[in-house]
């Protein structure tokens, strides 16, 4: 997704990432174009914790409701890269 003169955004479906290494956030944060944004910290085994790195629309607003079930990363803090069969590898 574009918006404006911001960095495009990369949505992936929720389905395809392994939830194992999310965990809901008590962050939230509002967005006039696609309302309120709620947010994942992933962790995994080796002690990574990044607060609030995923967020996601669970009611984006009807101009971009396609992103609904989908989620996006912080590119400054999170590398995303596509395995065979359309998992989700995050480092």
């Not at 967005?31 to 607060?51: F, V």
């Amino acid at each position: 997704m574009r918006e404006a003169s911001y960095q495009p955004v990369l949505y992936i479906p929720l389905d395809d990432v392994d939830r194992r290494f999310l965990r809901r956030s008590d962050h939230h944060t509002y967005c006039p174009y696609k309302g309120e944004a709620s947010y994942y910290d992933i962790i995994d085994g080796n002690g990574t914790d990044l607060t609030a790195a995923v967020w996601y629309y669970g009611e984006p607003f009807p101009a971009v409701a396609d992103i609904r079930g989908h989620v996006a990363f912080y590119p400054d803090r999170v590398t995303v890269t596509v395995t065979a069969r359309s998992s989700t590898t995050v480092q």
